[in-house]
T-cell receptor
Framework: DGGITQSPKYLFRKEGQNVTLSCEQN?????MYWYRQDPGQGLRLIYY?????DFQKGDIAEGYSVSREKKESFPLTVTSAQKNPTAFYLC?????WGSGSIGEQFFGPGTRLTVL | SQQGEEDPQALSIQEGENATMNCSYK?????LQWYRQNSGRGLVHLIL?????REKHSGRLRVTLDTSKKSSSLLITASRAADTASYFC??????????????FGQGTILTVHP
């Protein structure tokens, strides 16, 4: 089956710890994204990557870091510098932007992070 | 503030009725997309309408786009209990440093009662 997987589904973190959220896709998509969703809110873009070994900050990148060493993988690290990390994190992917028109994004099931 | 803002924030209807959700945005777009999210799940893409299109259909969904008013609407006809979800509009800006990124509205929570 083609799709995006995220793990773990639930994650608990103590204050001061870094945690890494996994995102894997087998859709052969060039672009990948990380979003944060707070209760009753829309999605806010954390980081995105258009191609392997390249990524850009989104609207709320402070306290987060990413890597894109492989096309199919785009892990997100929530660092201790993120002041309010409790949220629902969604990973997405899409075809490349080269055609000049941006199409649909495919989303994973999400990881719910809670800081204890 | 958000590029896309939706109205109403919540909508409650009976099965079989039509549901209409509206989205407004502020700057020129490349396209506008609608997504559905069931509680605690990821988002599912419903439909994309490009800036040079005015109306698009997909099954029971009808989307309109009015670029002069910077607004879009999503109509779900003959709603079902399974349509209960949050619905988000998302815009892709036409150019500049934000090109290619989706900006989401805060969503409309739709409840369809059996």
């Amino acid at each position: 089956d083609g799709g995006i997987t995220q793990s773990p589904k639930y994650l608990f973190r103590k204050e001061g710890q870094n945690v890494t959220l996994s995102c894997e896709q087998n859709l052969n998509h060039d672009a990948m994204y990380w979003y944060r969703q707070d209760p009753g809110q829309g999605l806010r873009l954390i980081y995105y990557s258009q191609i392997v070994n390249d990524f850009q900050k989104g609207d709320i990148a402070e306290g987060y870091s990413v890597s894109r060493e492989k096309k199919e993988s785009f892990p997100l690290t929530v660092t201790s510098a993120q002041k309010n990390p409790t949220a629902f994190y969604l990973c997405a992917s899409s075809k490349g932007w080269g055609s000049g028109s941006i199409g649909e994004q495919f989303f994973g099931p999400g990881t719910r992070l809670t800081v204890l | 503030s958000q590029q896309g803002e939706e109205d109403p924030q919540a909508l409650s209807i009976q099965e079989g009725e039509n549901a209409t959700m509206n989205c407004s945005y502020k700057t020129s777009i490349n396209n506008l997309q609608w997504y559905r999210q069931n509680s605690g799940r990821g988002l599912v893409h419903l439909i994309l309408i490009r800036s040079n299109e005015r109306e698009k259909h997909s099954g029971r969904l009808r989307v309109t786009l009015d670029t002069s008013k910077k607004s879009s609407s999503l109509l779900i006809t003959a709603s079902r209990a399974a349509d209960t979800a949050s619905y988000f509009c998302a815009t892709v800006l036409a150019g500049g440093t934000s090109y290619g990124k989706l900006t989401f509205g805060q969503g409309t929570i739709l409840t369809v009662h059996p």
